[in-house]
């Protein structure tokens, strides 16, 4: 991932509803969620939901995808994994993470104590 990417992806979360409705969307996991499902979620308008999910969908964070009158969006998770790998690439100064705390820099010892409602 280029640091332009990463810069916009990071802007693209860098807003409480945006982060709150790529959030329900790794929740869901794959099989996404429309967008009326994400607004009652929310509890934000649809009109406003639609400005974030084209703002998230631009970052390349988000996809969606007709089905029948509807778009179910979904999280791209393999962006969100290189936005994750390019955000801790030399972590530990490129050495191997030491086992400890969870607030070590390792990324998969935070990973392990990170919880979604948090």
Do not use: W
């Amino acid at each position: 991932m280029t640091e332009t990417e990463t810069l916009l992806a990071l802007a693209a979360l860098a807003q409480a509803q945006r982060l709150r409705a790529f959030r329900a969307l790794v929740v869901a996991g794959p099989q996404g969620l429309p967008a009326g499902a994400i607004a009652g979620q929310l509890g934000i308008a649809p009109s406003a939901l639609s400005f974030h999910l084209k703002e998230l969908s631009h970052a390349g964070l988000v996809s969606s995808e007709p089905r029948g009158r509807h778009l179910i969006y979904r999280a791209d998770f393999t962006r969100m994994n290189r936005l994750l790998g390019y955000l801790t690439e030399h972590c530990c100064q490129g050495e191997p993470c030491e086992a400890g705390p969870p607030a070590a820099c390792c990324p998969e010892a935070a990973a392990g104590s990170m919880e979604l409602g948090s």
